[in-house]
């Protein structure tokens, strides 16, 4: 955090002040709350519906939630859910036909309202995650119209984190857990026995307008530095490492190397990896048709590189063995994504290692990898 950049102070319980300052803007809030055992992102409407008190406890293919012993609002990390979920939805309908009564065929675009989300409590790795899917889907040949239509529209009110997870490694990839860009409102918590507030910047035209309404003092310099020390912890307590070091050659050198198939008898190709990525992007569409025969639909789908029937073409598919869809999912998001993107296409959020059901951990294959190509390390042919 920049103690120069004006930084402001909102008392706690002002939360609900912000909201009402997004809500009179015309806003939907996306923020996280407790459902089904997790911490989720979905739309909300109070404070009250934030996981005050709770925090998260993950470690591959583990995730839990346990009660803090005080009233933070933002004391975890990051849950199953991204902006992925409601920038780039796992279902749209695409267009639909319906048969006329004289015969005829009646076609008709999807044309739904497009929502404004203002997202409360993104993290830096998710607004890393954010700016890839821009990538990916705005600043290619093709514009994804969908998603295109909805990031116009949304606003991030991001959260640094003074906690981190067993599962994190944003240190390894640049990407946090400082928010330094990208985001336009930031807050920082700062909870204590004595008081509890946040640090408030403004990263945008379009936030600082909500944030004058709201008429806040500058923060003293002393609550801007309380705040740098909890990011400051946070980011000191992640473990977690990727060795990102000529990572691009190191798996392009590697395609034929045993550990492919040491992992393919632990993946269960469930796909979970691929859903829970806030940067994987893969959809299928499918026809859908009515009983009747009256009427038929286009539909998009999240998809992913798990599945077996991903790369279906003329008869068979390219990649049959589970060995070669985790080497295509890992090398595809550490290596090629370089060649695609300029970039990595991972942010470090550990999500792929916590919901992994058999706990396949993306930064220990790596290392595993890494290790491997030391002397002495036989290797397969696949
Ligand atoms: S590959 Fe895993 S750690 Fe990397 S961005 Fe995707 S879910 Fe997060
Ligand atoms: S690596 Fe884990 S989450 Fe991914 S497909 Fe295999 S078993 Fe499922």
């Given at each position: 955090?920049?103690?120069?950049?004006?930084?402001?102070?909102?008392?706690?319980?002002?939360?609900?002040?912000?909201?009402?300052?997004?809500?009179?803007?015309?806003f939907e809030i996306v923020g996280p709350t407790v459902r089904d055992g997790a911490i989720l992102y979905d739309r909300i409407e109070k404070v009250s519906e934030l996981p005050r008190g709770?925090?998260?406890?993950?470690?591959?293919?583990?995730?839990?939630?346990?009660?803090?012993?005080?009233?933070?609002?933002?004391?975890?990390?990051?849950?199953?859910?991204?902006?992925?979920?409601?920038?780039?939805?796992?279902?749209?309908?695409?267009?639909?036909?319906?048969?006329?009564?004289?015969?005829?065929?009646?076609?008709?675009?999807?044309?739904?309202?497009?929502?404004?989300?203002?997202?409360?409590?993104?993290?830096?790795?998710?607004?890393?995650?954010?700016?890839?899917?821009?990538?990916?889907?705005?600043?290619?040949?093709?514009?994804?119209?969908?998603?295109?239509?909805?990031?116009?529209?949304?606003?991030?009110?991001?959260?640094?984190?003074?906690?981190?997870?067993?599962?994190?490694?944003?240190?390894?990839?640049?990407?946090?857990?400082?928010?330094?860009?990208?985001?336009?409102?930031?807050?920082?918590?700062?909870?204590?026995?004595?008081?509890?507030?946040?640090?408030?910047?403004?990263?945008?035209?379009?936030?600082?307008?909500?944030?004058?309404?709201?008429?806040?003092?500058?923060?003293?310099?002393?609550?801007?530095?309380?705040?740098?020390?909890?990011?400051?912890?946070?980011?000191?307590?992640?473990?977690?490492?990727?060795?990102?070091?000529?990572?691009?050659?190191?798996?392009?050198?590697?395609?034929?190397?045993?550990?492919?198939?040491?992992?393919?008898?632990?993946?269960?190709?469930?796909?979970?990896?691929?859903?829970?990525?806030?940067?994987?992007?893969?959809?299928?569409?499918?026809?859908?048709?009515?009983?009747?025969?009256?009427?038929?639909?286009?539909?998009?789908?999240?998809d992913s590189c798990f599945s077996l029937d991903f790369t279906y073409a003329n008869g068979g598919q390219a990649r049959s063995s589970g060995a070669s869809r985790y080497r295509q999912w890992?090398?595809?998001?550490?290596?090629?994504?370089?060649?695609?993107?300029?970039?990595?296409?991972?942010?470090?959020?550990?999500?792929?290692?916590?919901?992994?059901?058999?706990?396949?951990?993306?930064?220990?294959?790596?290392?595993?990898?890494?290790?491997?190509?030391?002397?002495?390390?036989?290797?397969?042919?696949?």
């Amino acid at each position: 955090m920049d103690s120069k950049a004006g930084v402001l102070r909102l008392e706690a319980d002002r939360l609900s002040d912000l909201f009402g300052a997004l809500q009179e803007a015309g806003f939907e809030i996306v923020g996280p709350t407790v459902r089904d055992g997790a911490i989720l992102y979905d739309r909300i409407e109070k404070v009250s519906e934030l996981p005050r008190g709770w925090t998260d406890e993950q470690q591959p293919g583990h995730y839990r939630l346990k009660r803090r012993n005080d009233d933070a609002l933002f004391g975890f990390v990051v849950g199953p859910f991204s902006a992925k979920r409601f920038l780039h939805p796992p279902h749209e309908r695409l267009f639909s036909a319906t048969k006329t009564p004289d015969g005829g065929v009646q076609f008709e675009a999807t044309d739904s309202e497009t929502p404004r989300f203002a997202f409360l409590g993104l993290r830096a790795c998710e607004l890393s995650a954010v700016a890839i899917q821009d990538q990916v889907f705005l600043h290619q040949d093709y514009v994804d119209p969908i998603y295109a239509a909805r990031r116009n529209e949304a606003l991030f009110v991001a959260v640094e984190c003074t906690v981190s997870g067993a599962a994190c490694f944003c240190t390894s990839m640049n990407t946090g857990p400082e928010v330094t860009d990208g985001f336009d409102i930031a807050l920082t918590e700062v909870v204590s026995d004595e008081e509890h507030y946040f640090l408030v910047r403004t990263g945008s035209d379009r936030g600082r307008t909500i944030v004058d309404t709201l008429q806040l003092n500058a923060a003293e310099d002393s609550e801007t530095k309380a705040g740098q020390k909890r990011v400051a912890a946070a980011r000191e307590s992640i473990g977690r490492r990727l060795e990102t070091d000529g990572i691009k050659e190191l798996f392009y050198r590697n395609q034929e190397h045993s550990i492919w198939q040491d992992v393919a008898r632990r993946c269960l190709a469930c796909g979970n990896c691929t859903m829970v990525c806030p940067t994987c992007f893969c959809t299928t569409v499918e026809d859908v048709t009515d009983l009747g025969g009256a009427f038929a639909a286009r539909d998009r789908r999240w998809d992913s590189c798990f599945s077996l029937d991903f790369t279906y073409a003329n008869g068979g598919q390219a990649r049959s063995s589970g060995a070669s869809r985790y080497r295509q999912w890992i090398t595809h998001k550490l290596a090629s994504w370089h060649d695609q993107f300029d970039r990595s296409g991972c942010v470090g959020c550990g999500r792929c290692i916590t919901w992994c059901p058999v706990g396949i951990d993306i930064t220990e294959e790596s290392a595993k990898l890494r290790a491997g190509e030391a002397p002495g390390v036989t290797r397969n042919e696949q």
